[in-house]
Nanobody, 125 residues
Framework: QVQLVESGGGLVQAGGSLRLSCVAS????????MGWFRQAPGKEREFIGS????????SYADSVKGRFTISRDNDKNTGYLQMNSLKPEDTAVYYC??????????????????WGRGTQVTVFS
């Protein structure tokens, strides 16, 4: 059974940083592109960015470009979302996701095959 488990969320002051992790199990992690999404209360789930299976290509939404960085460690079956210069509008539940098809990656959109359960990030001013 495929599982994606996020961690690292929390409460942070505006301008601060957080690093989220997504540990994958039940799949050949290095075969799949991974992505991050977020959902704020009353809003639709928003694509943040993604990384290809080998980790040498990434794409980002304009709203986070230059502040957020996606990376992965295939030996640890873990993906990361480094978030810097956080703003109150970044407050949301953050989800990791895996691409549906092995080896597939495109800058956007992402065809999600599996979701994590999410981790809350709250940014206060």
């Amino acid at each position: 059974q495929v599982q994606l488990v996020e961690s690292g969320g929390g409460l942070v002051q505006a301008g601060g940083s957080l690093r989220l992790s997504c540990v994958a199990s039940g799949l050949t992690f290095r075969s799949y592109a991974m992505g991050w999404f977020r959902q704020a209360p009353g809003k639709e789930r928003e694509f943040i960015g993604s990384i290809n299976s080998s980790g040498d290509r990434t794409s980002y939404a304009d709203s986070v470009k230059g502040r957020f960085t996606i990376s992965r460690d295939n030996d640890k079956n873990t993906g990361y979302l480094q978030m810097n210069s956080l703003k109150p509008e970044d407050t949301a539940v953050y989800y990791c996701a895996r691409e549906r098809s092995r080896w597939r990656w495109s800058p956007s959109p992402m065809d999600v095959g599996e979701w994590g359960r999410g981790t809350q990030v709250t940014v206060f001013s």
